[in-house]
């Protein structure tokens, strides 16, 4: 099942409203959801750098699909740094499914010796 492309979302059965991991609908909090299928292709509105001058640093981005739903996630694939707005990305299928993180990959690496 990890290996599904896309994402799964819930829309509102009441006003329609599209909405990621949530138990209620964000608009009229309604609980009647219902799953829906996204190709998953997102685009980055917000990006940032977490823990920036560590080993450890890891991107932290917004990203919005255009069923109309954004959420936080790590995008992979570049430099932290290198994730930029506007960008198109994709889900990794089967990224740690214990926790549930959802990880996106730019659909168009910078070219590696640009990295860093
Ligand atoms: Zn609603």
Do not use: I, K
Not at 1 to 25: D, I, K, N, P, V
Not at 48 to 55: F, I, P
């Amino acid at each position: 099942m990890h290996e599904e492309a896309g994402l799964s979302y819930q829309r509102c059965r009441w006003c329609g409203t599209a909405s990621f991991r949530r138990l209620l609908c964000p608009v009229c909090a309604s609980s009647d959801l219902q799953v829906e299928h996204s190709a998953g292709l997102g685009v980055v509105v917000r990006s940032g750098v977490v823990h920036r001058y560590t080993d450890a640093a890891r991107n932290e981005s917004l990203v919005r699909l255009p069923e109309g739903f954004a959420f936080r996630c790590r995008v992979v694939g570049a430099a932290p740094h290198q994730v930029t707005v506007g960008a198109q990305v994709r889900p990794v299928p089967g990224e740690d499914p214990d926790t549930g993180e959802v990880v996106f990959e730019l659909c168009e690496p910078p070219r590696r010796d640009d990295w860093y």
